[in-house]
C-alpha cells in the first residue's frame, strides 16, 4: 500500500509548501535573531537555553494543514496519486517534515554551539537536550497528522495548543494547594503514582518538557506516544479513501 516510489515527489511538494509558508519562514527568520539579541544581552548559555526549549515549536508549525485540505479538496486526484499513492504520499509526509525541522534545528545549534565554545560557555549536555528536542518535535509532527486527518485549515494545530492552554491552566490551579503538582514539577521528583500519571500526562501535551535537565524521565513517554500517533495515522490511512 505504501510506494516508495513517491517519497521524491513527496519531498518535492512538502518542500514547497513550507518554503511557500510566510508563517514557517517568518519565524525560521526570526529565531536566529531572536537568538543573537538574546545572546548578546544575556549570554550564548541562555539563548542555547531558550533555543533548546522552544524550537520544537517550529515542527509542529510546519505541520499545519497536513492532509485534510488535500484531500477534501481533491488536491490528491491527481494521476500521480493513483493506485493509492496518495496514501504514501501523507504518510511520508511526516518523515519530510520532520527531516526538515531536524536540519534546520541542527544548523541553529551548530551555530550556538560554536558560539558557546569561544566563548567558554558551551555545556556537552546540551547535545542530548538537542536530541530530545528532536525527539519532541518529530512527536509534534505525529500527532498534528493524525489530527489534520480530521482538521482542516491548520486547525490541528490549534487543536494542539488549546490542549495545551488548558492543561498550563491546570497547572495554575494547582498552585493553590498547599503542595501542589507544581512543586514536584519544579524539582524534577514525582514521589507517588497519581504525580508520576500527571507528569506523563503533562508530557505527552508539552513534549518540549522532556528537554529540561529535571524532566529528562519523560522522555520514553513522548516516545511511546510519537509509536502511537503514528500506529494510528498509519491505521487511518490504510482505510482512507478519496471521494469522488
Known amino acids: 500500500m505504501f510506494e516508495?516510489?513517491?517519497?521524491?515527489?513527496?519531498?518535492?511538494?512538502?518542500?514547497?509548501?513550507?518554503?511557500?509558508?510566510?508563517?514557517?519562514l517568518g519565524v525560521a527568520s526570526a529565531l536566529p535573531v531572536f537568538l543573537v539579541v538574546?545572546?548578546?544581552?544575556?549570554?550564548?548559555?541562555?539563548?542555547?537555553?531558550a533555543f533548546l526549549l522552544f524550537f520544537p515549536?517550529?515542527?509542529l508549525l510546519?505541520?499545519?494543514?497536513?492532509?485534510?485540505?488535500?484531500?477534501?479538496?481533491?488536491?490528491?486526484?491527481?494521476?500521480?496519486?493513483?493506485?493509492?499513492?496518495?496514501?504514501?504520499?501523507?504518510?511520508?509526509?511526516?518523515?519530510?517534515?520532520a527531516a526538515a525541522g531536524g536540519a534546520y534545528a541542527c544548523a541553529v545549534f551548530l551555530g550556538l554551539a560554536a558560539w558557546g565554545l569561544g566563548r567558554g560557555t558551551f555545556e556537552a549536555a546540551s547535545v542530548l537536550q538537542l536530541g530530545l528536542g528532536l525527539l519532541a518535535g518529530t512527536y509534534y509532527v505525529a500527532v498534528a497528522g493524525a489530527l489534520g486527518l480530521v482538521f482542516r485549515a491548520g486547525s490541528n494545530v490549534v487543536v494542539l495548543l488549546l490542549a495545551q492552554a488548558a492543561a498550563l491552566i491546570g497547572l495554575i490551579l494547582s498552585t493553590t494547594f498547599r503542595t501542589g503538582f507544581v512543586d514536584h514539577l519544579a524539582a524534577g521528583r514525582f514521589p507517588d503514582l497519581g504525580s508520576r500519571l500527571l507528569?506523563?500526562?503533562?508530557?505527552?501535551?508539552?513534549?518540549?518538557?522532556?528537554?529540561?535537565?529535571?524532566?529528562?524521565?519523560?522522555?520514553?513517554?513522548?516516545?511511546?506516544?510519537?509509536?502511537?500517533?503514528?500506529?494510528?495515522?498509519?491505521?487511518?490511512?490504510?482505510r482512507l479513501e478519496l471521494r469522488r
Open 4 to 24: 516508495k516510489d513517491v517519497f521524491p515527489l513527496t519531498a518535492r511538494l512538502a518542500g514547497l509548501r513550507l518554503r511557500t509558508s510566510g508563517l514557517v
Open 38 to 49: 538574546l545572546g548578546v544581552k544575556e549570554s550564548p548559555g541562555a539563548a542555547s537555553k
Open 57 to 59: 515549536y517550529l515542527f
Open 62 to 97: 510546519a505541520s499545519q494543514d497536513m492532509s485534510a485540505s488535500e484531500v477534501r479538496g481533491g488536491g490528491l486526484e491527481n494521476v500521480l496519486f493513483l493506485d493509492g499513492r496518495f496514501r504514501s504520499y501523507l504518510w511520508q509526509k511526516n518523515f519530510v517534515l
Open 199 to 238: 507528569f506523563a500526562g503533562l508530557a505527552a501535551v508539552f513534549p518540549n518538557l522532556i528537554v529540561a535537565r529535571r524532566l529528562l524521565r519523560g522522555g520514553p513517554v513522548v516516545l511511546a506516544g510519537l509509536v502511537l500517533a503514528l500506529a494510528v495515522q498509519r491505521a487511518c490511512l490504510r
